[in-house]
């Protein structure tokens, strides 16, 4: 098959074929398989936040095991690996998904953008003079680019609460999160950003993870019927635990009055020898 | 029954495709009988014999398969009745005093040749890239020879249904024109004789697919503008085979 005269045509194309990279970088070069790549990262992602949530409800069993479980992360193949190595690749790869994940959904909009210049937009969205109505797209679909970043943000703030201590001062103690989330989410603009937040991940999954399916071309009429309920499920389930941890705090069902180790006792190295001795008793 | 209706119409006029566009006013008097392309074509009459330029607007079969008449109705692609061209609209579909926006197809690779008619050879681009199987001519063969299974031929027929009016892309909030190409794609994949040429063929129209226009988003807009109902497993079909187009090693291309 040949290459397309185009000479015979009056519409040129808005961009051109760029030399082919090696494989399989070339896949990336082009808008559906960027779409893989967004899905695949996204499948990634979509594992990290369920495991995350998951683990997190270790908080429910009190700062001791929280406290086993933070531990139990850093010391993933210890008995082989240097500590911490693993949780290192883990934590590399998530920042690798989440570049790509990132990097495909800007590029990807930004050549839908180029491609529907001369109709009129409005919210960057285009637009109709004579009012179009969405029929078909969700309002999570529609606001994939807004629910994305809101994410993005929450992902700086809560790294920079949470694991750097910025916002925490002197409260924030390494290697305690049950402490760090109870100070932390115990405010109350914070629990309510936290519930924004993750009500935006949840939108942002909603529509994500029947999409993905679609980018994947996993698609058989047998069980199309079970992508949006299995999408729907998995946001819910997201939704559902995240935000127990801004609301039970909120409800002082996660506190620390009865806690053991009072963080009042000393120093880090005191109050986690004093959890690692509650561990070693119980 | 039919009864006589005053619509208040706002439609785009636009002298070349360099020059900008505008909306123009009318009030047209029409009875509910008549089709949406009747309706202009009164309203050109009146225009005509006013001495003003009439309304340019593209139609040929005006029986719902040859493509070319798609408007954006009320910013809907082929008017607010569902799998209905716009020659098969009928004016009653409106009641009396409505406002009608009436506009061109937009995207930047549709450009508006004038008024309503858009240019869209991007499409034409797109099918000779690829969407074609290619045969030896001479003595034909048996048209029995080669057996399909229903279901295959159900589903081809499905994917040829796809007029390429344009109407997925208008109303893609993307401008993106997946539903076209993998209805082309899909119609000659699930048959035998689109098998020899099945992943250059891929490779190709999506390449000069993504020459023109935007990214999919899944949104799914396309299938409720498509007057021909084409189904969104199509453009699944199309990334698949878009990715074994680029993995597969083709000199194994029997070994399925």
């Known amino acids: 098959m040949t290459q397309t005269t185009s000479e015979r045509y009056r519409v040129k194309p808005i961009r051109d074929r760029r030399r082919e990279w090696p494989f399989p970088l070339n896949l990336y070069q082009t808008a559906v398989g960027r779409k893989w790549v967004m899905a695949v990262t996204g499948i990634g992602l979509l594992g990290f936040v369920l495991i995350h949530m998951i683990g997190n409800l270790h908080v429910y069993e009190g700062p001791a095991k929280m406290h086993e479980y933070a531990e139990s992360l850093r010391n993933l193949g210890s008995g082989i690996l240097p500590r911490s190595l693993i949780l290192w690749l883990l934590r590399l790869g998530l920042m690798v998904m989440f570049g790509l994940h990132l990097h495909s959904a800007i590029t990807l909009k930004e050549m839908s953008r180029k491609s529907s210049l001369n109709a009129s937009f409005q919210g960057g969205e285009k637009k109709y003079a004579g009012g179009r109505e969405y029929i078909a797209a969700s309002y999570a679909s529609r606001t994939m680019r807004w629910t994305g970043p809101i994410i993005a943000l929450f992902l700086i703030y809560h790294l920079a609460d949470l694991t750097w201590g910025w916002w925490l001062g002197s409260e924030f103690v390494p290697g305690d999160p049950y402490h760090n989330l109870y100070s932390s989410l115990s405010r109350i603009p914070v629990a309510i950003f936290y519930v924004i937040a993750n009500m935006a991940l949840a939108w942002h999954i909603f529509h994500g993870a029947w999409s993905m399916f679609q980018s994947l071309g996993i698609n058989n009429p047998k069980y199309n019927h079970l992508r949006k309920g299995f999408a729907a499920s998995f946001a819910g389930l997201i939704l559902l635990g995240n935000l127990s941890f801004p609301i039970m705090t909120q409800a002082n069902l996660i506190d620390e009055e009865e806690r053991l180790c009072q963080v009042s006792i000393g120093n880090t190295d005191e109050i986690l020898a004093c959890l690692t001795k509650q561990l070693e008793d119980h | ?256």
């Open chain 2, 1 to 256: 029954m039919s009864e006589v209706i005053t619509v208040n119409l706002k439609i785009w006029r636009q002298e070349s495709p360099e020059k900008s566009g505008y909306f123009e006013e009318y009030t047209q008097k029409i009875t509910t009988e008549a089709s949406f392309l009747e309706m202009i074509d009164l309203l050109n009459e009146d225009l005509n014999s006013q001495g003003l330029e009439p309304v340019a607007i593209e139609s040929d079969c005006r029986e719902g398969i040859c493509g070319t008449c798609g408007v954006m109705i009320n910013g809907q692609a082929h008017g607010p009745r569902k799998a209905t061209t716009t020659c098969q609209l009928h004016m009653r579909e409106f009641s009396d005093g409505d406002e009608i926006v009436i506009e061109p197809f937009r995207a930047i690779s549709f450009p508006v040749i004038r008024d309503l008619v858009v240019d869209r050879s991007p499409f034409d681009q797109i099918i000779e890239s690829g969407g074609y199987i290619s045969v030896n001519t001479g003595a034909a063969s048996d048209a029995n020879l080669t057996p399909v299974p229903k279901e295959a031929a159900d589903q081809a027929f499905d994917a040829a249904a796809c007029i390429g009016c344009g109407a997925c892309v208008a109303a893609c909030p993307n401008s993106a024109a997946q539903l076209f190409t993998s209805a082309k794609l899909a119609h000659m994949a699930s048959l035998p004789q689109g098998q020899p040429e099945r992943w250059k063929r891929t490779e190709m129209m999506v390449g000069t697919m993504e020459e023109f226009f935007g990214s999919c988003t899944n949104h799914g807009e396309c299938h409720e503008a498509c007057p021909k109902e084409i189904n969104l497993d199509f453009i699944a079909f199309m990334n698949r085979d878009y990715m074994k187009a680029k993995v597969k090693n083709r000199a194994l291309s029997g070994q399925r």
